[in-house]
C-alpha cells in the first residue's frame, strides 16, 4: 500500500481519524476531508507529526459541486485516488413519529448522499485507470432495527446498498467496493447517546426496553478495530473480496 494515494471523508475524529493513522503509517499518503475546519486540521497537524502523509480537504460531502472540485484538487496535488473510505457521518435521534424533516434531509445529505456523490467523483476517476477500492463505513443499524435510530438505520442501509450495487457495476473495471458495519464504538458520536453510567453498561451488557442485547464479547470497539478491517478490505490481501460486508460489533447484531 506504501506510496498510494487515499481519500477518507469524516477525518476530523473518530474511526475517520483512525483509518487516516492506519493508512498513514502503512505509507500511504492520505487525503483528509471534513467539513470541520478546525477540528480536521488540528488532527492532520497530531498525524502528520507522528509521521502520517496527511493533507487536509475541506468539505461539506453533502454538497456535490463541492466534493467535485475537492476530488479534483487532491489528484492535483496529490496523484491518483487508488483508495477512498466514505467514513462521514452524523447521528440525529428520535422517535420517527415526531421526527423533523430537517433532521431527516441532514441525516441523509451526509450518510447517504455524502457517499454517492464522493464515490461518483472518485470511481469516476478509477475506471479508465482499471484499478482502486472502495470501503464505506456504514453500520450494524443498518441490519438491525435500533429504536429511536430510524434515520440513521435508513441512510446507512441505503449507503451499504449502494456502494454494493456501484461495485457491481464497477467489478469489470478492476474496481472493489465493500462495506464496513460497525457496532457501537468509541467515538464522540457513541458517547453523545450516553447519560450516564448506566447508558455505558446498557450498551455492553444490553437493554431489554430498547430491545438491544448488548455485545457478546463484552466490548464497545476502539476505533483502531474499525480501522484494521478497513485497511484489510482496501489492502490486497482482500483482493478477491468485493460486494461484502464486514460486521465489526463484537457480535451485537448476532450475525445478522
Not at 22 to 42: I, K, M, P, Q
Not at 61 to 79: F, I, K, N, P, Y
Not at 81 to 90: D, F, K, M, P, S
Amino acid at each position: 500500500m506504501r506510496g498510494k494515494i487515499a481519500l477518507v471523508t469524516g477525518a476530523a475524529g473518530g474511526i475517520g481519524a483512525a483509518v487516516v493513522r492506519a493508512l498513514g503509517s502503512r505509507g500511504v499518503t492520505v487525503a483528509a476531508l471534513d467539513r470541520d475546519d478546525g477540528g480536521l486540521r488540528e488532527t492532520a497537524a497530531e498525524l502528520s507529526a507522528e509521521g502520517a502523509a496527511v493533507t487536509p480537504f475541506t468539505v461539506d460531502v453533502g454538497r456535490s459541486d463541492a466534493v467535485d472540485e475537492t476530488v479534483a484538487a487532491v489528484e492535483e496535488r496529490l496523484g491518483p485516488i487508488a483508495y477512498l473510505v466514505n467514513t462521514a457521518g452524523v447521528l440525529r435521534l428520535g422517535e420517527a413519529a415526531g421526527y423533523s424533516d430537517e433532521d431527516w434531509r441532514a441525516t441523509f445529505a451526509v450518510n447517504t448522499d455524502g457517499v454517492f456523490h464522493v464515490s461518483r467523483a472518485v470511481t469516476g476517476r478509477m475506471l479508465p485507470r482499471r484499478a482502486g477500492a472502495v470501503v464505506t463505513v456504514a453500520s450494524n443499524a443498518a441490519m438491525t432495527p435500533r429504536a429511536g435510530m430510524a434515520a440513521y438505520a435508513a441512510s446507512k442501509a441505503a449507503a451499504e446498498m449502494f456502494t454494493k450495487s456501484l461495485g457491481l457495476e464497477v467489478a469489470r473495471h478492476g474496481i472493489r467496493c465493500n462495506v464496513v458495519a460497525p457496532g457501537s464504538t468509541d467515538t464522540p458520536m457513541l458517547r453523545s447517546m450516553w447519560r450516564g453510567p448506566a447508558d455505558r453498561t446498557g450498551t455492553v451488557e444490553g437493554r431489554p426496553d430498547a430491545f438491544r442485547v448488548g455485545i457478546p464479547l463484552g466490548r464497545v470497539a476502539a476505533p483502531e478495530a474499525v480501522a484494521d478491517a478497513v485497511v484489510f478490505l482496501l489492502s490486497d490481501a482482500a483482493q478477491n473480496v468485493t460486494l461484502h460486508t464486514l460486521t465489526v460489533d463484537g457480535g451485537a447484531s448476532l450475525g445478522a
